[in-house]
């Protein structure tokens, strides 16, 4: 089974895919770069990139971290947006998918439910069996992310 | 010169449709009913719909609200994402488009920045000279929010 893990931030969406047959191995990661595009271009850049990793690697769940909830009120309406584009575009293309929360997520995948972002990263590596994870926090949310949607009692987007 | 001015809510999407040729005249209004599907159901209803009623008007400017940052969390999240999915529908249609804030839009339409739903409603009807808006107050909103895109010095979403 293929999970594709989503960390939505302001600019950059992390994703990480991995596989789970008894345990779990990572297959890809890295994020999507809106800030290389004026914000007005970013949610269009957002859909065409997202439509392009779920067409190339044909996740089986889609996982997405739902947002929390910032004190900086433009961060969580710019954040909130591009969620609403990848909810849009994983229900057209008909991929289940499941929402957690980070506290959720933190403690399910590093034991504690406030693990700083180091903590998740080692507990992600540890998880995954690799010496480290590429790119910035957002890649290695975006695997905790994935790990969290690959066990059970997943909570549904409803 | 066609305006399609939007209100987005969590359920409930206004719009109006007016030309303004010297003075406004009202074309069409109404809203998007999210709220006769499940939740999870609502985005891709929202697109849809919008593309059909951008499609049948052909609008030369569509005119948006910007978010009024309400005290609920899960209202202003819930907005943001049908928000993001709006903006992204609009992008991909070519439509230019223009975004206010409450208080500008009702600063300009009925000349007051606070004015309340039934004062925003008396403007639309008298700028647009009809007795009365059906529906809810999304839909003399989103009237509200075209004639403030039918003034000048428009904000350009960027």
Chains 1, 2 share one sequence.
Do not use: W
């Amino acid at each position: 089974m293929k999970i594709l893990g989503i960390d939505p931030g302001t600019t950059r969406i992390g994703y990480g895919l991995i596989e789970k047959n008894g345990g779990a191995r990572l297959i890809d990661c890295g994020f999507i770069d809106g800030g290389k595009v004026p914000r007005d271009k970013r949610l269009t850049l957002l859909e065409r990139e997202l439509i392009k990793l779920i067409k190339h690697f044909n996740p089986d769940l889609v996982s997405l971290e739902k947002l929390f909830f910032t004190k900086n009120k433009l961060t969580a309406m710019s954040v909130s947006e591009a969620r609403g584009v990848i909810v849009l575009t994983i229900q057209k293309l008909g991929i289940p998918f499941s929402e957690f929360t980070p506290s959720d997520i933190k403690a399910t995948v590093a034991g504690n439910g406030r693990a700083n972002k180091e903590e998740v990263r080692r507990a992600v590596c540890y998880t995954l069996r690799v010496q480290s994870i590429p790119g910035p926090d957002d890649v290695s949310d975006a695997l905790a992310v994935a790990l969290r949607g690959s066990f059970e009692n997943p909570s549904r987007y409803a």
